[in-house]
């Protein structure tokens, strides 16, 4: 799945810099941000198949910012992983209420995110809501 677009959203700079170099490495083209108003500002000039998006971001977290984009006839087909580190109980079924098409729990994998990505890009273990 080489070529494809993600933006990673992770207030956490080393998270960042570690999917960010990860999934170069793959082929994929990376964007980042470090929270919801820089993703926004992000998505204005870049276009995504998928976003990694870390569920407490500073201001507004992401579970608010993928029900915004999921609401946005201009971003709602981006498919939208949600990711934490403070996995509680209901975490991934909150995340897919608010329109998430997956769920990570962090510390990320480094050898299962490629194709966990890979995956989830070709529509395979996508939750169908």
């Given at each position: 799945?080489?070529?494809?677009?993600?933006?990673?959203?992770?207030d956490n700079a080393t998270n960042l810099k570690l999917a960010r170099v990860l999934l170069?490495?793959?082929?994929?083209?990376?964007?980042?941000?470090?929270?919801?108003?820089?993703?926004?500002?992000?998505?204005?000039?870049?276009?995504?198949?998928?976003?990694?998006?870390?569920?407490?971001?500073?201001?507004?977290?992401?579970?608010?910012?993928?029900?915004?984009?999921?609401?946005?006839?201009?971003?709602?087909?981006?498919?939208?992983?949600?990711?934490?580190?403070?996995?509680?109980?209901?975490?991934?079924?909150?995340?897919?209420?608010?329109?998430?098409?997956?769920?990570?729990?962090?510390?990320?994998?480094?050898?299962?995110?490629?194709?966990?990505?890979?995956?989830?890009?070709?529509?395979?273990?996508?939750?169908?809501?």
């Amino acid at each position: 799945m080489a070529n494809e677009n993600v933006l990673v959203v992770d207030d956490n700079a080393t998270n960042l810099k570690l999917a960010r170099v990860l999934l170069m490495a793959e082929g994929y083209i990376v964007r980042t941000a470090s929270d919801a108003r820089q993703a926004l500002a992000m998505l204005e000039g870049f276009r995504p198949r998928i976003i990694l998006m870390d569920i407490q971001l500073p201001g507004m977290d992401g579970l608010t910012l993928t029900r915004r984009l999921k609401a946005d006839a201009t971003t709602s087909d981006i498919l939208i992983v949600a990711m934490t580190a403070y996995a509680m109980k209901g975490d991934e079924q909150r995340a897919l209420e608010a329109g998430c098409d997956g769920y990570l729990a962090k510390p990320i994998d480094t050898r299962a995110l490629p194709g966990f990505l890979a995956r989830r890009l070709r529509g395979e273990g996508v939750e169908q809501k």
